[in-house]
């Protein structure tokens, strides 16, 4: 901002006398004034005030200090600018040396120190010896011995001031002698500006980001400028609420994001950083808590002081939306995998004690599967009965028992259970299986749904292990659905466990088993010692690491060669599995021989029987294809996005131009194709580009035309049949020979191609266009679903292509309705409504230009006696061919020919006076006496009346209309056949 707005005067700065310059407060001068002060005090550490310093070289006008001589002792870059020097060359000069001859400098300046206060204007001797005429404010012993003066030129607009008026040229364009100025450049400036404006507003309205700009000052403070439209669709208020109210944005932002995310951006930007990026939860305005993803630029602004932040914000949620169910599945299959383990290894299990057994497993099954409840049915074969032998209630944290169930009163679950693998009822209450349960059983606990699994020993169910879910349906997910198997499995070997010698050896069975799984398992399994060394590899983690697992086992990872970056995240996991002995998460990324992989593993203590933790269990998942998987299905998010634009694109406007544009630019965009274009083919085969999108570094195909067929026949009927193709190496493509030549110059490698189709009214058809991409710097393997997204665009534009038909049908049936509706039905010369609008525009126009207009009424004579002779269609007859015959004669583009009335006939003729309405009234009788209509007995006649005028702002056109129906009137009473000229101008006032 200016020290001082140009249309305010100067201001005495406030002075500080010697004797108060030691005061507390002394100093205390507002704004600029106060910098100035500062500067040009004794104290180095004034004078190494930043801010002061700054603040003293931004302001606009010229600053200097001088001291008790007259002596320049500090002057600012205005200063310097207005007196023609640099400040080394200007410190130590006088007022003196400044002031024009003729000027007693001495007697001012002495003037100046006694008064302490001085204003006004003076010439200003400039180095090079030009005059200036400054305006200035002083004071003196602003600070002790220290005077300031503040400086202005007003040179430029004291010479304006003076100019004559007749510099100022007058106005031709009313004739009034307007004085003005040209301003053509500007308006140009203006216009040029206001397009840049709308351009700049039509990509902020449609960008799908919030861009917001703001500042930020060294104490934390910050100031909105400029919210975009578009704000509103990410954050859910309108522009104007966020700018109006600074802080509805931070009230709405999570509280712990809030300290955890946006106060570190902050700092980092006060701290220099200007390039930032963060992901935070924002509660929108319609409740619900959005993902949002700030992308912002700093810089630093010194005028203002403060940093200037630029941020494009766009919602997240979908993708954190992904990641959160991926993570989560990942993290399902990892809780079982790592709870079958450690079932494996617990003691109770083959301890012989059964019923600690089982409350143990239905207790891990119900946590680790996150369900309501899971129970133990024991099948007691002579009753056909099944017995609860224990229940978890996961929510109520204890265990229960429930009452029998009879194969005679369920008798189609009991079968299902003897010949199905498993039972996964969502809808326990519509399974067929499981409904009988419904009212007896299901509706007094609340189930909803049931994952019931047989036990067998030696193929004989002896009993079944129950999952519930209640008060809310629950699908069974595959991987549940296993697990839980595998625990019937379980239960079943500990059922047939019947004493410890059985216990143990079942034990060493298990445990080979599970030497099984690790052995055969692709997930790497090993087990590690307190001094990280391997005591157990499984055949994964030897493959992998394309080595032997005796050549691994003994060793640590430094043993092994892996950097220290892998080995301190991994020793430092361990340790807290060891120390804390709970299991631990590592997700990690390792370069290995096989190439660079990325694994989710769990780190599980196993405990001695003292309690101790010894050993550690790890498992890793090789999770880099899931990890590609994500990001392919965040692509095809991204493709399923722009084909909802390109479709909304297509609802939201009819004009197919604009639907083409917008349709290359995204395919181009989301397939980061080098160009995507739009050829368009005629009847005959030939074609033309008309729409193209590509990438700088390539050559243009827009408006290429092809004159000749450029496919062959059975090409052609390939595309009419829908038909989408990939070219992978353009050089083999059989049906392009004819275009060898376009891909050279072109520089197409690859491409892919999609036919547009137009319905025909026989069912088929026609190929209206291409929708085309191409890969030009290298070939390219397009794939599959990339060429079902280009081919599901191309229908998308055959559909717009549909809509701009019907609307081009629709505004042709308009123009044909408004055609009908200004003509006369009979005669086809326009009727008496389109003559009344035709009359008041011609009068306006004539009036404009001042020039003739001209209205001539005619009337067959005799019409009503010719009527009754001939008949109504002889007379209709006559009008037609009446009309006819004046049509013949008033043609010019500008003439207006109307039916009046009955048989009365009107004509409007601009820009000609009465002689030449009377040629071309003479020409209609001529016309009409050439008519062969019942001449011998009855020939046709008209009567014509003529009126002529200038229309100006005191007239009307009824004015005139009265005159030429006067003279039409005269023409009849004086024996028809004649016309009759309107005496005087109708249009000039008495």
């Known amino acids: 901002?200016?020290?001082?707005?140009?249309?305010?005067?100067?201001?005495?700065?406030?002075?500080?006398?010697?004797?108060?310059?030691?005061?507390?407060?002394?100093?205390a001068a507002v704004g600029p004034e106060k910098a100035v002060a500062s500067l040009a005090g004794a104290t180095p550490e004034i004078l190494s005030d930043r801010p002061f310093q700054a603040l003293f070289e931004v302001v606009l006008d010229a600053i200097v200090i001088a001291d008790d001589q007259g002596c320049y002792v500090a002057a600012n870059q205005a200063a310097c600018d207005l007196f023609?020097?640099?400040?080394?060359?200007?410190?130590?000069?006088?007022?003196?040396?400044?002031?024009?001859?003729?000027?007693?400098?001495?007697?001012?300046?002495?003037?100046?120190?006694?008064?302490?206060?001085?204003?006004?204007?003076?010439?200003?001797m400039r180095a090079d010896g030009t005059i200036r005429q400054v305006e200035y404010a002083a004071t003196a012993n602003f600070?002790?011995?220290?005077?300031?003066?503040?400086?202005?030129?007003?040179?430029d607009q004291r010479t304006l001031a003076q100019q004559p008026p007749q510099q100022l040229k007058p106005s031709h364009d009313h004739g009034r002698g307007v004085p003005h100025l040209d301003i053509t450049d500007r308006k140009r400036l203006v216009q040029h500006l206001e397009a840049s404006g709308e351009e700049l507003a039509s990509i902020l309205n449609n960008s799908p980001a919030s861009i917001v700009k703001y500042r930020l000052f060294a104490d934390g403070r910050s100031a909105y400028d400029y919210y975009s439209p578009k704000s509103e669709l990410i954050y859910g208020y309108p522009a104007e609420a966020l700018l109006n109210d600074p802080a509805l944005w931070q009230s709405r932002v999570l509280p712990e994001d809030l300290e955890a995310v946006i106060g570190p951006v902050i700092e980092a930007i006060l701290a220099g950083q200007t390039q930032l990026s963060a992901e935070y939860r924002f509660r929108h305005a319609d409740g619900s808590i959005r993902w949002i993803q700030e992308v912002a630029t700093a810089d630093w602004h010194q005028a203002q002081h403060c940093w200037t932040v630029i941020s494009v914000a766009t919602d997240i949620s979908d993708r954190k939306q992904l990641e959160t169910e991926a993570a989560q599945r990942n993290q399902q299959l990892q809780q079982q995998q790592f709870a079958m383990l450690e079932l494996s290894q617990r003691q109770e299990l083959y301890s012989g004690d059964l019923a600690m057994a089982l409350r143990s497993i239905t207790e891990t099954a119900a946590k680790t599967l996150q369900l309501d409840r899971v129970s133990v049915w024991w099948l007691q074969a002579e009753a056909q009965t099944l017995v609860c032998a224990d229940l978890f209630c996961r929510h109520q944290n204890r265990h229960l028992t429930l009452p029998s169930f009879r194969a005679a009163d369920y008798p189609i679950y009991f079968r299902a259970m003897e010949t199905h693998r498993i039972i996964a009822a969502d809808d326990a209450h519509q399974d067929p299986r499981t409904q009988e349960f419904s009212h007896?059983?299901?509706?007094?606990?609340?189930?909803?749904?049931?994952?019931?699994?047989?036990?067998?020993?030696?193929?004989?169910?002896?009993g079944v292990l129950g999952f519930?879910?209640?008060?809310?349906?629950?699908?069974?997910?595959?991987?549940?659905?296993?697990?839980?198997?595998?625990?019937?499995?379980?239960?079943?070997?500990?059922?047939?466990?019947?004493?410890?010698?059985?216990?143990?050896?079942?034990?060493?069975?298990?445990?080979?088993?599970?030497?099984?799984?690790?052995?055969?398992?692709?997930?790497?399994?090993?087990?590690?010692?307190?001094?990280?060394?391997?005591?157990?590899?499984?055949?994964?983690?030897?493959?992998?690491?394309?080595?032997?697992q005796g050549a691994i086992l003994g060793k640590t990872l430094q043993d092994l060669g892996f950097p220290d970056s892998v080995t301190s995240r991994w020793q430092n996991a361990l340790e807290q599995a060891f120390t804390t002995g709970q299991a631990q998460t590592l997700d990690y990324t390792m370069v290995l021989p096989t190439g660079t992989r990325t694994f989710d593993s769990r780190i599980v203590p196993?405990?001695?029987?003292?309690?101790?933790?010894?050993?550690?269990?790890?498992?890793?998942?090789?999770?880099?294809?899931?990890?590609?998987?994500?990001e392919d299905f965040i692509y095809q998010a991204e493709r399923e996005r722009t084909l909802r634009l390109i479709t909304q694109h297509i609802r939201q406007t009819l004009h197919l131009d604009d639907i083409l544009e917008a349709a290359v630019t995204e395919i181009q965009q989301v397939f980061q194709a080098d160009r995507t274009l739009?050829?368009?083919?005629?009847?005959?085969?030939?074609?033309?580009?008309?729409?193209e999108a590509v990438r700088p570094a390539y050559p243009m195909t827009l408006e290429m035309r092809w004159q000749d067929e450029c496919f062959p026949p059975e090409c052609y009927a390939a595309y009419a049949q829908g038909m989408a193709r990939i070219v992978s190496d353009v050089a083999l493509d059989t049906w392009g020979e004819c275009l060898v030549d376009f891909m050279r110059d072109t520089q197409v490698q690859?491409?892919?191609?999609?036919?547009?189709?137009?319905?025909?009214?026989?069912?088929?058809?026609?190929?209206?266009?291409?929708?085309?991409?191409?890969?030009?710097?290298?070939?390219?393997?397009?794939?599959?679903?990339?060429l079902a997204l280009l081919q599901q665009v191309a229908e998308q534009l055959a559909i717009a292509l549909y809509q701009a038909e019907l609307h081009q049908q629709l505004q042709t049936a308009n123009q044909e309705l408004k055609r009908l509706s200004n003509t006369d039905a009979l005669t086809r010369v326009a009727n008496r409504r389109y003559f009344d609008h035709t009359l008041a525009q011609e009068w306006r126009r004539a009036q404009r230009q001042q020039a003739p207009l001209t209205l001539v009424l005619c009337d067959i004579d005799h019409f009503k006696q010719y009527n009754d002779t001939y008949g109504h269609p002889a007379g209709d007859e006559c009008l037609i061919a009446v009309a006819q015959a004046l049509q013949t004669c008033v043609n010019r583009a500008t003439d207006c020919l109307a039916r009046y009335g009955g048989e009365e006939f009107a004509m409007i003729l601009p820009q000609i006076d009465v002689q030449g309405a009377i040629a071309v009234v003479q020409n209609i009788q001529a016309a009409i006496a050439n008519l062969t209509l019942h001449q011998g007995t009855h020939p046709i006649t008209l009567s014509f009346g003529i009126a002529s005028t200038l229309p100006h702002q005191s007239s009307s056109p009824m004015a005139l209309i009265q005159q030429v129906d006067k003279a039409l009137y005269q023409a009849k009473q004086t024996g028809r056949d004649r016309f009759c000229v309107a005496p005087g101008d109708p249009g000039v006032s008495p």
């Open 1 to 27: 901002m200016p020290a001082f707005p140009q249309d305010d005067p100067l201001e005495y700065p406030t002075p500080v006398t010697p004797e108060h310059a030691g005061t507390p407060g002394a100093d």
């Open 84 to 124: 023609g020097l640099v400040k080394a060359d200007l410190m130590g000069r006088t007022v003196k040396d400044f002031t024009p001859a003729g000027v007693d400098a001495d007697q001012a300046w002495n003037s100046f120190q006694r008064q302490g206060q001085a204003r006004g204007e003076f010439p200003l």
């Open 143 to 155: 600070m002790p011995h220290r005077h300031l003066s503040i400086l202005r030129d007003v040179t």
């Open 440 to 462: 007896a059983y299901l509706k007094s606990e609340g189930i909803i749904s049931m994952l019931d699994v047989p036990i067998r020993s030696e193929g004989r169910l002896i």
């Open 468 to 548: 519930d879910q209640t008060h809310a349906p629950h699908q069974w997910r595959v991987e549940e659905q296993h697990f839980a198997i595998y625990l019937a499995s379980l239960v079943a070997l500990i059922k047939e466990v019947g004493d410890r010698r059985l216990v143990e050896k079942h034990l060493a069975q298990r445990e080979q088993e599970f030497r099984a799984l690790a052995e055969n398992t692709p997930d790497c399994i090993w087990r590690c010692d307190r001094q990280y060394r391997f005591l157990y590899v499984n055949p994964a983690v030897a493959s992998l690491n394309q080595m032997s």
């Open 606 to 630: 196993e405990f001695d029987g003292d309690g101790t933790v010894q050993t550690v269990l790890i498992v890793a998942r090789d999770i880099t294809d899931l990890r590609q998987a994500q």
């Open 678 to 691: 739009i050829f368009r083919l005629d009847s005959d085969h030939s074609g033309v580009v008309i729409k």
């Open 750 to 786: 690859s491409k892919m191609v999609a036919p547009i189709l137009q319905g025909q009214a026989d069912g088929t058809n026609q190929v209206w266009g291409l929708l085309i991409t191409h890969a030009c710097a290298t070939p390219r393997q397009w794939q599959a679903e990339e």
